[in-house]
């Protein structure tokens, strides 16, 4: 019994594909201070250094943090702020910081906008941005910080408040549920993933087709990440609907995590975002990093 066990994980291991890893290309944070440098800048630096990216850090005024999306008019905000006065040219300050860090390739920039328009704006650009919770107060989080995750569909590494550990994620948790969203952030998280020790799949209640409705066979998720060399190892959280945020953060503490991946729910009302309930709980209530894509 011992020898068919070993047998069988060793064929597990030599069935790993060893594919070329994936990585982060260029990379942007949502700065909030200089002096120090904020958490985002600190982590997207390490980042770029990891995988030789570019990196943006882009700054944005504190009286432009809480701009909700109907207050965007440039000519109203541009008689109310003025961010070359409240933020001088911290350029060089910056090179030097992310060149000592590892990061060579490093651009500082000032907003003039919103947190949203300036996420959808740069992040077409960027393969991951870096942001802070906190950079906005607790009612800002989900209709400006949601709004800008949905509106700009780039993947966004949120740091919990207080944030001043390493981005080197050894155990990460994905939620999946098998919607579209879920598999975007799985797909665009596999750089984190291939370089973590640990991978644990939380494979939440995935929705069949119904009867007569047209489907496309999918891709099993566990072996998806096999393809890309990771061995993740599936959990299963079944909760109502409306407990599915605080499931998997409680199965993340359980099993150690220190990276949340997750897709990022919304439905638009006219003007106006608003986040999916388990969405709209992890971001609220964790305390570990979460990749968000939507």
Known sequence: MLADESRETSDARSNLAKPATTQFRDI?????????????VWAATDLAARWHANVTACYVPGSLREQRVHQSDPTV?????????????ESSAFHAFATGRGA????????HEGIAPTLRKLGAWHDLAVIERDMVDETGVFDILGE???????PCLVL???????????????????????????????????????????????????????????????????????????????????????????????VGADLLVMGAYGHSRIRERV???????VMANADIPVFMHH
């Open 275 to 281: 986040l999916g309930g388990a969405t709209r709980h």
């Open 160 to 254: 919990p408040p207080h944030w001043g550990h390493s981005v080197v994620f050894d155990r990460i948790v994905i939620g999946w549920n098998g919607s579209f969203e879920a598999t975007r952030a799985l797909q665009s998280a596999l750089p984190l993933m291939q370089n973590a020790k640990q991978v644990v799949l939380i494979n939440g209640a995935a929705h069949a087709p119904q009867d007569g409705q047209v489907s496309v066979r999918e891709p099993d998720p566990i072996l998806y990440l096999r393809h890309h060399g990771i061995a993740a190892k599936p959990h299963y959280l079944d909760v109502p609907a409306g407990e599915a945020g605080k499931g998997l953060l409680k199965k993340a503490r359980d």
């Open 148 to 154: 800008a995750m949905l509106s700009s569909r780039i």
């Open 104 to 111: 060579h390739r490093a651009s500082w920039v000032v907003t």
């Open 28 to 40: 942007l944070a949502l700065a909030t201070s200089t002096g120090p440098w904020s958490a985002a």
């Open 77 to 89: 905000m541009s008689l109310l702020t003025d961010t070359e006065h409240e933020h001088p040219d």
